[in-house]
């Protein structure tokens, strides 16, 4: 297992040749990426042990929807029953990395329960609303700062993590390191791809919804209404197929395992 070290402009690349990849296959893929959202919100909703449960599939859904990312850039079939297709191989070390993961987040929101007391951690674990005197004297911002400070190593390690786990039965430690050193190698790839993400996700939709929303005279509400179908529809699914393409551009194996 090799990580190639890119230039900057393929964090571009991996946006548009994911969007390729969401047009080769945009009714199987949307399909299973709204329903892995409609799980994980429906599980969701069981208070506190929601939470755990989800963080804990989410590596397995990650190398499910992987599967299916590599399937459609290899033109093979695509089925419903990939949404699960990640928990068939390797479910015990997907299951220790989501642990991992769950562990690593609870402690950076208990860090950072020091600047607001707590509230930032309530209600990300718990769905509790935080006081009015908290948001108003700014202390869960700076949580929400300290936390973000945090995260981005977390996030670092995890970003390949599952899926060198799924394919290559990496121990979740060794994928944890080999996915950071990727990530740090790829850093200025990494930034484009963050850039190019937030235009196309987010300043892209809103200008072309504002545009439209101004012409045809529509409500906030509808404009805010048809931006979350389009997320959820085109560039969600985009975005899925552009992580399989930054991990097929940035590592080299002479094994790949079938899903």
Known sequence: MQALTLSAAQGWRWLADGFRIFRRGHVMLTFLVVSYWLLMAMVNLLPVIGTVLTTL?????SVSLMNVCRNIDRSLPVTPQMLFSGFRSNQRSL?????????????ILAISAVAD???LMAMMLLGTKPAEDVLASGDMLLAAQVSLLFLCPLVMAYWYAPVLVGWHSLPPAKALFFSFV?????????????????LVAVVLPALLLGVVGTLLQLGASLVATGMTVLVLLVVAPT???SFYVSYRDVFVSTVDSDA
């Open 57 to 61: 599939c989410i590596p397995a859904f």
């Open 95 to 107: 299951l220790v990395l989501g642990a991992a993961y769950l562990a690593a987040t609870v402690g």
């Open 117 to 119: 007391g707590g509230a």
């Open 182 to 198: 990727a990530c740090a190698r790829n850093w200025r790839a990494f930034l484009v791809y963050s850039l190019a993400l937030a």
């Open 239 to 241: 975005v899925f197929a």
